[in-house]
């Protein structure tokens, strides 16, 4: 007996997705876009790292000698201080006890509201629920850009046909 | 009873000599007595001429130039030379008068300070068309407030007739302090408070007229800019580009506009909210309406009709979610009612009013509806923060449950969470993680993935999210407690406990 109720995610977000980030085949990432414009990145279904037997190591969310995205603090409710993203900007770096190392970026203009703590001491949770507990961080568009904000970005749909597209041509 | 002595003279003849009006020759004598102002016009007018003919009679031996003294002004002060052709014809209209007192069906001269203001619009005539405005906007009303605004170069004719009166009074050795003399709108209460009274039948204050004056032109000017620059200015350069004494204008300034309005009344009371599409403020999005309706509107719009009032504001203690019903004793709210016609309503009327709004609709329901005031609105805030609140959620499960999975939440007390600004109101609210209480719990099993789960918070607790979770910004939630994923299908507040406005027996 399963609620046919459509989950939190599917109930107050949208999904867009942005596959093969940076060139990287298969590195697509998901941004959950809330009606209020906040924005969730998250990994895709495809991603890499959640494939079976992909073990994680360490997330670090020091992505250069000088910025952490640890330090970033917003204040007020009109959220000063807050580190700006560009579309590929980066937000952490993941690596695997295989010695695979990836790069989540950004994927949306916008102002860091916070990174997801919970994973540095639990990184599994990334991996059993990527679109929940497991997102990576929260982005607050501007206000004059956050409608094409998801211009670069796929539809569920067109998402969906990329799948099947890669899975044709491996297989 | 009139209000000047011996020591006043020559200060009042100098004021009457450029065209002071008898009110404003009080004021700078500093009179301080309501009642003279309150003569008529044309009485007082002869009163100063009396006053002063014995002046001359007794002083004219003392007086070089007494005949007329007007000219003594214009030739000791060779700055104000450039304003004598304005001035002329005041002077010989002003001299005609001075020696025929007598004609007095004549309209008089305006006064250069007041610009009239103390003459004509003190005046019967003006009184009733104010009374007028008032009584075709058939306001209920016990008492008035009268507030007036007065073109911003009063203040410069005003601070010209300072400085003349303190070149005059510094003859006499005297150094008079600005504070001795009656200011223009203070004299004109005194003069307009009793007649108006008189015509409304109610005594001043609680009510407000407002009364906005001007003089030919819209001053360029703000108030504030004008008052500032007067404080600012030397006298020398003062004089050099104002004519001092000010020059006599032909027509008085005249009211621009009269407004009306009535003090707001508030009226509280409890609402219940039964359903699940109705937001309690308009939804709108992008100018586009959501929802056709609100808890607001459907309280409001009756009381609006009734009240006859130009608009309301709405507040709550809190406020539920467009899903979200309120049942029990439901949630107290006030509206502001701005600028109502009506406002004596008998406990009758107001019971007839809460029934009309519980007619209109099955959406919400009201109770205790209630006239209260301002100041204990503050009452319903307070309790915002403070008070607790019990709510009913229908929770499901990923994983399925037995009785037995759930009862340990029944023992559960004063549960601390520690809440991330949901990322539903991230958008509007500060980041912040707030520490929150869940004082009581109690669970109603269902099925293997459903049960009721009934809670008594801390206000601000938001409870969606201790439910679900809110991607784990929730700690602890429903799910971490669980051991599962956990989603709320439904929420009720069941009892927001604030024990104002009083309960009423209906």
Known sequence: AVTMAPSVTERYFTRWYKPDVKGNPCEDHCILQHSNRICVITLAEAHPLLQNGKTIKSINYQISANCSRLQNKVSGKSKRGAQFLTELAPLCRISCSDGDEYTIYSCIRGRLMEVNESILDNPSILQDKPSTEGYIAVVLPKFEESKGITQGLLTQKEYQEVLLKRFNSTA | MFALTEKDRPLAQMLLDFGACPRCILRFCGAGLQTPYRCPHKELLSEVHTFLKNNKEEEGRCCETADPPYKRIRLQDPEVAEGLNQNGSLQSSLMESSENVACENSPPNVCSVCLGILQESCERDFVKKVCQKVNSAEYQFTSFVFSVSFPPQLSVREHAA???????????????????????????????????????????????????????LQSVFTRMAVIKALEKIKEEDFRKHFPCPPTSPKTPCAALEIQCTNGAIFVAGRYNKYSRDLPQTPWIIDGERKLESSVEELISEPLVTVFKVDSFNFSSSGREDVDVRTLGNGRPFAVELVNPRRVHFATEEMKELQQTINNSTDKIKVRDLQLVTREAIGRMKEGEE????????????????????????????ELKLDQKTPLRVLHRRPLAVRPRVIHTMQSAYIDEHHFRLHLKTQAGTYIKEFVHGDFGRTKPNMGSLLGTTADILELDVESVDVDWPPALDN
């Open chain 2, 162 to 216: 300072w400085l003349l009166v303190k070149q005059e009074m510094g003859k006499q050795g005297l150094s008079p302090a600005k504070e001795d003399i009656v200011q223009l709108k203070e004299a004109y209460k005194w003069i307009i408070h009793p007649l108006l009274s008189e015509e409304l039948s109610v005594p001043a204050d609680g009510k407000v007229v407002d009364a906005n004056f001007n003089f030919i």
């Open chain 2, 386 to 413: 403070e008070k607790t609140k019990t709510y009913s959620a229908l929770v499901w499960t990923e994983k399925a449950i037995q009785k037995g999975d759930i009862s340990f939440l029944d023992e559960m007390k």
